[in-house]
């Protein structure tokens, strides 16, 4: 069974960091992009970042670029965001996503205070 399981979300005040993590299990981490996803209340769902299979190619969206790190390790089928100079606008339920078959983890809250 295909399993997707974020952590690393909470509370931080603007400025701040926090790690996201996305460990998979139950198909072949490395040979599937992934992705990072946001939603904030009343908002649609957006592509944060995206990352290749093997990690060499990497696409961010204009607002988190400079900040936001995506990252993977094929070795622990782990795929990673790292936030940076976290601002409120910030604040949303992130998830991760295999970019083959679509299946979505549960997520994570973020939440940037001023």
């Known amino acids: 069974e295909l399993q997707l399981v974020e952590s690393g979300g909470g509370l931080v005040q603007a400025g701040g960091s926090l790690r996201l993590s996305c460990a998979a299990s139950?198909?072949?981490?490395?040979?599937?992009?992934m992705s990072w996803h946001r939603q904030a209340p009343g908002k649609e769902r957006e592509l944060v970042a995206d990352?290749?299979?093997?990690?060499?190619?990497?696409n961010y969206a204009d607002s988190v670029k400079g900040r936001f790190t995506i990252s993977r390790d094929n070795a622990k089928n782990t795929v990673y965001l790292q936030m940076n100079s976290l601002k409120p606008e910030d604040t949303a339920v992130y998830y991760c996503?295999?970019?083959?078959?679509?299946?979505w983890g549960q997520g994570t809250q973020v939440t940037v205070s001023s």
């Open positions: 996503k295999e970019d083959i078959w679509n299946y």
């Open positions: 139950g198909f072949t981490f490395s040979t599937y992009p």
């Open positions: 990352i290749s299979s093997a990690g060499n190619s990497r």
